[in-house]
């Protein structure tokens, strides 16, 4: 049985597999990341806003707020969850 060396297999991959020979382009991973950022930007726009609705008005009253206030104040608490890049 005859052994086959390291650089024997790698030169075997081909170049469209091989991560190191075809890296990621700069254009997709951006996307990426700042869809991911977009998305965690909501969530805690969403977040903040159930648990701000999840509040009786007794409560809303004691932190200064009404069931009115509640979307105004949290688009002003998150304002840059919508934020594109310009």
């Not at 091989?18 to 869809?35: E, H, L, M, N, Q």
């Not at 105004?72 to 919508?82: F, S």
Request: aromatic share 8%; net charge positive.
């Amino acid at each position: 049985m005859m052994k086959t060396s390291p650089q024997c297999l790698i030169a075997s991959i081909p170049a469209a597999t091989d991560p190191v020979a075809r890296p990621a382009t700069p254009g997709w991973s951006g996307f990426v990341r700042r869809g991911w950022a977009r998305l965690r930007r909501w969530r805690l726009y969403r977040r903040d806003k159930q648990i701000l609705l999840a509040l009786s008005d007794d409560q809303l009253r004691d932190i200064g707020l009404t069931r009115g206030d509640i979307h105004h104040y949290n688009e002003a608490l998150h304002q840059n969850w919508r934020a594109r890049r310009r």
